[in-house]
């Protein structure tokens, strides 16, 4: 089973910071938050990944609390082309991906 | 070359049918995977290959049966498949075998249809 909560479906206007937020109160110390999204009847997309640090690349930024319990991904400027399933994946090592249902986000003109 | 590509994108068979899936990667991963998603729900993980033998099948039956040929190629071979097999298969590769912190690369999925 998945270990991660997250909301069914967010909307966001287009412009403007997509926050999608992640509940994995259960995470332990070695698993690793990670962060992807499929773009309708595409493959999963790689966005981010991190530990406890707050970590940023190209894409987005991945938010992690101290207690580690949820993290939140920012997409910074938000466009249609963002439009799309949001999974967050707890993960250790030596463990296989586990998809939940994920967040759909619907980026607004 | 950083992407996994998959052949066909789509494919239509009878219950009758054998037909196969490929999945090709030149990124140098050593693991690669097969996931079923079927439609509005998350991708399944079926098999995993690392270093080109089968760790991992996730139970699943007989009638799909992976083959890894070398370190780029993975096949997907089905056999007197159902009509509720109908999904989106999708293939994904990674660096290192599952043992690793490595974030795994999926390619476009090959959309089966079972009649």
């Known amino acids: 089973d998945a270990k991660t909560t997250q909301p069914p479906s967010m909307d966001c206007a287009e412009g403007r910071a997509a926050n999608l937020p992640c509940n994995h109160s259960?995470?332990?110390?070695?698993?690793?938050v990670y962060w992807y999204r499929q773009i309708h009847s595409q493959g999963p997309q790689y966005i981010i990944h991190g530990l406890k640090n707050n970590e940023t690349n190209e894409m987005a930024s991945l938010i992690i609390t101290e207690d580690r319990k949820s993290s939140t991904l920012i997409l910074p400027h938000a466009t249609l082309r963002d439009t799309a399933v949001y999974y967050c994946i707890v993960r250790s090592f030596g463990q296989n991906f586990v998809f939940g249902p994920g967040t759909r986000l619907s980026v607004l003109p | 070359d950083t992407e996994v590509t998959q052949t066909p994108k789509h494919l239509v068979m009878g219950m009758t049918n054998k037909k196969s899936l490929k999945c090709e990667q030149h990124?140098?991963?050593?693991?690669m995977y097969w996931y079923k998603q079927k439609a509005k729900k998350p991708p399944e993980l079926m098999f995993v290959?690392?270093?080109?033998?089968?760790?991992i099948n996730e139970s699943v039956p007989s009638r799909f049966s992976p083959e890894c040929p070398n370190s780029s190629l993975l096949n997907l071979h089905l056999h007197a498949l159902q009509p509720e097999d109908s999904a989106l298969y999708l293939c994904a590769s990674s660096q290192q075998g599952g043992l690793t912190y490595n974030e795994q690369f999926f390619g476009p999925g090959t959309r089966l249809t079972v009649l």
């Open positions: 290959y690392s270093y080109e033998k089968l760790s």
């Open positions: 259960t995470i332990s110390g070695n698993e690793y």
């Open positions: 990124m140098g991963h050593r693991a």
